[in-house]
């Protein structure tokens, strides 16, 4: 705060040295700045708005027995593809006490596990480190409505 309000802040380099002055940084780490232009970055582009939208676009569209491939580059992204194929794992457990709700059809069957990178792609190629592939095959059950419930999309200050 300080910083602003001797001046505005008018590049991303002074934002970059203002985040790594405040947070700090150890020999070796990543650029302490990078995690902030990251989330900066997924807030503006609306990127796990987007994902959403287009996961449940991919399930009125796709028919039975068709095949969805995602591939997420980071943990935000693969908890919410992997709680769209698999609602169960991201819903509330249930009281043993209740009487046991019924689940729903599966929309995705054949949902395969993740799969990641191994050393001779990550070798070649060394932005695939963080990558994983999920993928599922699509079930006769009617596709569902948008919903970000259950899917543990972050939410941001101010945002809806």
Known sequence: MAARAAAPIETTAELA???????????GDA????????ALRIAVNDEFGQLVEGLFASERLLTDGGRLAVVT?????????????DPEKGAPTQSRHLPQVVAETPRWI???????????ETSRNPRARSAILRSARRSSAP?????LENLGVPRFRGAA
């Open 73 to 85: 580059f980071h943990s935000l992204e693969d908890r919410i593809v992997k709680r769209f194929f």
């Open 143 to 147: 596709s569902r409505p948008v919903s």
């Open 110 to 120: 054949d949902v395969a596990k993740a799969v990641k990178p191994g050393d001779a």
């Open 17 to 27: 040295r203002l985040i790594e002055k405040s947070i700090g940084r150890k020999p």
């Open 31 to 38: 650029h302490p700045a990078t995690r902030s232009f990251q």
